[in-house]
Structure formats: structure tokens, C-alpha cells
């Protein structure tokens, strides 16, 4: 079965860093586009960041532009999202999810909503004290 398995989260102080990781099995992770999501007490899920199957192409919602970065590894079947100049209102759940359509043609594409993902990793806190 699909797995996807989140770590790097942790307690950090506002300006600080962070790197999550999220090692994905039971999929040919390089077909699929891959995103960051998170969700903190009493809001929805919300969109960090996406990238392509092939990392080519990225996205990242207005509130982390600048300051978080996703990337990933085809060979180590994961995905990362480095956090930098982290701020309070960054605190949640961070979740990793894959993307439920594959490459075609080799076509770049990636989604910013939460319906166009069908797994998705358990979650991993991040909390910034200030």
C-alpha cells in the first residue's frame, strides 16, 4: 500500500529553521507531483507548496514565498520543504500528500488543492515560540 511517512517537525524559535522530510513508498514517486499542506487548531488545511514529478516546476502560497523551499529527490523517493524565518503563525500540522493523477507525456503540472491529492503522510507538528 501507499505510504507516506513526515519528519522534521519540531519546537523552534520564530526566526528559526526547520527541514521536513517525507519518504514515500508503494508508488512510483517519480510520476507524481507532490505537496505540502498544513492545519492548525480550529482553521482547514491549508496549501504551502507543490512541486512537479520531475521537480521542474514549483509553487508555494504567498504566505511562505521567500521563505519556505520544496524540493525532492527521485532516487530517495522523498520530498522536502526547508522553512526558513519561521514565524508563530507557521504553527501546525505540516502533511505531506501525493498528487492522484501520474506524468503523461511528461507533461509539468502540479495542484494546490487539498482534492486533487489522495494520500497523504500522518502529519508532523511544527511549533514556533516567539
Known amino acids: 500500500q501507499v505510504q507516506l511517512v513526515e519528519s522534521g517537525g519540531g519546537l523552534v524559535q520564530a526566526g528559526g529553521s526547520l527541514r521536513l522530510s517525507c519518504a514515500v513508498s508503494?508508488?512510483?514517486?517519480?510520476?507524481?507531483?507532490m505537496g505540502w499542506f498544513r492545519q492548525a487548531p480550529g482553521k482547514e488545511r491549508e496549501f504551502v507548496a507543490a512541486i512537479s514529478w520531475s521537480g521542474g516546476m514549483t509553487y508555494s502560497a504567498d504566505s511562505v514565498k521567500g521563505r519556505f523551499t520544496i524540493s525532492r529527490d527521485n532516487a530517495k523517493n522523498t520530498v522536502y520543504l526547508q522553512m526558513n524565518s519561521l514565524k508563530p503563525e507557521d504553527t501546525a500540522v505540516y502533511y505531506c500528500?501525493?498528487?492522484?493523477?501520474?506524468?503523461?507525456?511528461?507533461?509539468?503540472?502540479?495542484?494546490?488543492?487539498?482534492?486533487?491529492?489522495?494520500?497523504w503522510g500522518q502529519g508532523t507538528q511544527v511549533t514556533v515560540s516567539s
Open positions: 508503494g508508488r512510483t514517486f517519480s510520476s507524481y507531483a
Open positions: 500528500a501525493s498528487d492522484r493523477r501520474a506524468v503523461h507525456h511528461g507533461a509539468e503540472f502540479l495542484s494546490w488543492t487539498v482534492a486533487e491529492y489522495d494520500y
